[in-house]
């Protein structure tokens, strides 16, 4: 599975920014899905995780009530809606694909995109 992840860019703080993920390769559906966050200096840390057939998620706790993250099968895409964005959003986002169905917990992922920097400015 390959991944392409884009959407990032400059924001003031309480603006929205929509990530996408596209998928190519082996069968999307088949793969749950995850959006990571890392800053320099830290670990990248789980922000959403979505069931193979987008059903269930799973979020961080300070993102819940912001962010949605979806899917849709037929475009093999993933996103991010990210609302009320703060500055500690700031960070680079990955998307990843694993071939557990609502993994959370980041050595199940088994594929990783290029990531996409998102900047909140204050």
């Known amino acids: 599975v390959q991944l392409q992840a884009s959407g990032g860019g400059l924001v003031q703080a309480g603006e929205s920014l929509r990530l996408s993920c596209v998928a190519s390769g082996r069968a999307f559906s088949s793969h749950g899905m995850g959006w990571f966050r890392q800053v320099p200096g830290k670990a990248r840390e789980l922000v959403v995780a979505?069931?193979?057939?987008?059903?269930?998620?799973w979020y961080e706790s300070s993102v819940k009530g912001r962010f949605t993250g979806s899917r849709d099968n037929a475009k093999n895409t993933v996103y991010l809606q990210m609302n009320i964005l703060k500055p500690d959003d700031t960070a680079r986002y990955y998307c990843?694909?694993?071939?557990?169905?609502?993994?959370?917990?980041?050595?199940?992922?088994?594929?990783w995109g290029q990531g996409t920097l998102v900047t909140v400015s204050s």
């Open positions: 990843a694909a694993s071939r557990y169905d609502l993994p959370t917990i980041r050595d199940l992922y088994d594929y």
């Open positions: 979505i069931s193979r057939t987008g059903g269930n998620t």
